[in-house]
């Protein structure tokens, strides 16, 4: 069965404190896999795609990358706008279906 | 460019009634999906739609339909609601449905069942 685990479920930094999100999945077939950030109340916003084991990319503080059985999400000195809620997805199939992980709630203190 | 749009952004209905949720994709994307989001979870698929064809249904009930139309936007309709669907409906849209397409997402609809 397909899945998607991310851990840890919640994370409190310091404002500069660098830490790294785990999304680990189990899947058939991966035809790609998903970072976004949700802000409470709010629809999920779009942060990278990763195809392929060894690809990483970069956006201002958050850098992602990925092996063959799971992705991390670097933030690099974060500040407290980087507080957010952070899902990872994966496309276990040949067609559009999104499979989340459950979500790591990061706040960032002053 | 305007992004995916949602309507309502809030909704408080009772148990047995209807529902009917409403998306408007990225100008250009030809595929809309639904996932239902509850509290501390993760998004779970619905369905997905293409060229106003069913793609995919995730593990919902029968209660929950939704179409596409002519102009790629989409409805979401749930019957005979129960407290359990309360959760934020999100819609997303993408240019196809090839696994590795990007799915951008509108900012939801709040569905309280009371």
């Known amino acids: ?110 | 460019d305007a992004g995916v749009t949602q309507s309502p952004t809030h909704l408080i209905k009772t148990r047995g009634q209807h529902v009917t949720l409403r998306c408007s994709p990225i100008s250009g994307h030809k595929s809309v999906s639904w996932y239902q989001q509850v509290l501390g979870q993760g998004p779970q698929f619905i369905f997905q739609y293409y060229e106003k064809e069913e793609r995919g249904r995730g593990n919902f009930p029968d209660r929950f339909s939704a179409r596409q139309f002519p102009n790629y936007s989409s409805e979401l309709n749930v019957n005979a609601l129960l407290l359990g669907d309360s959760a934020l409906y999100l819609c997303a849209s993408s240019y196809g449905t090839s696994g590795g397409d990007e799915q951008f997402f509108g900012p939801g609809t709040r569905l309280t069942v009371l």
């Open chain 1, 1 to 110: 069965e397909d899945q998607v685990t991310q851990s840890p479920e919640a994370l409190r930094l310091q404002e500069g404190e660098s830490s790294s999100l785990n999304c680990s999945y189990t899947v058939s077939g991966l035809r790609g896999l998903f970072w976004y950030r949700q802000d409470p109340g709010k629809g999920p916003e779009f942060l990278f795609t990763l195809y392929s084991a060894g690809e990483e990319k970069e956006k201002e503080r958050l850098k992602a990358t990925l092996t063959k059985k799971e992705s991390f999400l670097h933030i690099t000195a974060p500040k407290p706008e980087d507080s957010a809620t952070y899902l990872c997805a994966v496309h276990p199939d040949s067609w559009g279906k999104l499979q989340f992980g459950a979500g790591t709630q990061v706040v960032v203190t002053p």
